[in-house]
């Protein structure tokens, strides 16, 4: 009864929290399996920023519950966002689950499966479903340890948990709770002793990641608590690359903006979520920036990073947005020329203020306005893998690719790279000659001298 499958849907803050679990299961005495054919026990870490995401969650419970006929001992659990978000609602919706988890709880979840598995060993009454939703000071600081596979080259490191913003359409508020940060020591701690285990690259994560102790921590030196971490990882020895995600336009103030001209590890990538490029959609959303003031973070990265890399989120179909209101955002969206991009379909999410908002857009124009904005990616995207032709990139190399026999890794601009290399490189920088480009890969060869490939 200790072999644990766990499946998780959604973003990277979800991963890390599904790390987080195996590790203190595998702490506790669990076997972390790969197969949930192979499991004892299943979790499904969810995701509510989309019904799609929930439907998918709930579908898969809904096919897993018929095990209990064949095994009644086989254990099945809920955990994440989802479960915050309907709680109570998912056992009434499926009665067959034995455990629901929610997000400020993961640190929680050995305790509750040894206390389900010693009830049906006759240790103790069993309970019909354990339900653990409540907040509880401090959770923020349970999402420390990692698993520490061979060869790792990157990890997450979660900085912080919750949101303090208040926007129209999003859940994230009601799933992770108000802000609450880690300490900077803790932090640093954690990402030496990654560097140690030979990690390369870090990327920090908070649902708003550049608000980051702003309420916690002082400004020291016109820099903020934010900035003042990031100093304090690049100085750690054997670190090479740092990222961070997901942040806010309104974070990027000049000491961050200065922060990808003086910190070496930084790597030159943004993930700058726009979410529309429309005051007027920018307004309904409560989205406290202009598309011009936007334009200005864009424009001030790119003046201490001339070929700064971005990435953002975009909703298409947000209530009210009329025909000349997409256009526009369009229109902005092209102008950015972005790198990539994660193009969302409104999606209604029940308790939001959009939910009400009149003027909901039909599916088949979400449809048709988000392939406008894949094509404009597509060409933007293919436009600046093939700018990268005849250069040489730093790849750091994560490991053999999923199909054939090449390998992969990613450069500095977060540009996935296909190439041909040996074991012996993982988890080292090389340069990389661009020969070929599509809109979604880089090829081609390595240049180490003195060393076979």
Do not use: W
């Amino acid at each position: 009864m200790n072999r644990v499958y766990i499946k998780t849907y959604g973003c990277q803050m979800n991963e890390r929290d599904s790390e987080q679990v195996a590790s203190s299961l595998r702490d506790r005495g669990y076997s972390i399996v790969d197969n949930e054919h192979d499991a004892d026990v299943v979790l499904l870490n969810t995701c509510s920023v989309r019904d799609q995401a929930e439907q998918k969650a709930i579908g898969k419970a809904g096919y897993l519950k018929k095990r209990k006929v064949e095994n009644p001992n086989f254990l099945l659990g809920v955990m994440g966002c989802m479960a915050q978000n309907r709680g109570s609602e998912l056992i009434d919706r499926l009665p067959d689950l034995d455990l629901v988890v929610g997000t400020q709880k993961f640190h929680r979840v050995p305790d509750h499966l040894d206390n389900l598995i010693q009830s049906m060993n006759g240790q103790g009454p069993r309970p019909s479903s354990i339900v653990d939703l409540a907040e509880e000071a401090g959770s923020q600081n349970t999402i420390r340890d990692h698993i520490g596979k061979q060869g790792q080259v990157s990890a997450y490191v979660s900085i912080m948990q919750g949101c303090n913003m208040n926007c129209a359409f999003c859940i994230v508020p009601k799933t992770r709770g108000r802000e609450r940060a880690r300490p900077i020591e803790e932090i640093v701690d954690e990402v030496t002793g990654l560097a140690e285990s030979g990690v390369k690259e870090v990327t920090l994560l908070g649902q708003i990641v550049t608000s980051y102790g702003r309420r916690d921590f002082p400004v020291v030196g016109g820099k903020s608590p934010f900035v003042q971490l990031l100093e304090k990882i690049n100085d750690i020895r054997g670190i090479e690359r740092i990222r961070f995600t997901s942040p806010h336009p309104r974070g990027f103030k000049q000491d961050l903006v200065e922060a990808y001209r003086d910190l070496p590890k930084l790597c030159e990538y943004v993930h700058l979520p726009l979410q529309a490029g429309c005051n007027k959609t920018l307004r309904a959303m409560n989205r406290p920036y202009t598309k011009e003031r936007y334009l200005e973070i864009v424009e001030s990265l790119r003046k201490v990073v001339p070929h700064m890399y971005f990435s953002t989120d975009i909703i298409v179909g947000f209530p009210g947005e009329t025909e000349e209101d997409f256009d526009e955002s369009a229109k902005f969206f092209e102008e950015i020329g972005y790198d990539m991009a994660y193009v969302f379909k409104y999606s209604i999410r029940t308790g939001t203020p959009a939910e009400v908002m009149p003027d909901q857009i039909p599916t088949e124009e979400k449809e048709r306005r988000n392939q406008v904005l894949l094509d404009i990616l597509h060409k933007s995207s293919l436009k600046r893998n093939e700018s990268l032709l005849g250069t040489t990139q730093q790849v750091l190399v994560e490991g053999p690719a999923k199909k054939g026999d090449k390998f992969t890794g990613k450069t500095r601009g977060f540009r996935t790279a296909i190439f041909d290399a040996d074991e012996r490189l993982i988890g080292q920088l090389v340069d990389l000659k661009v020969d070929r480009a599509t809109v979604s890969s880089l090829y081609g060869d390595i240049e180490l001298a003195g060393v076979e490939r």
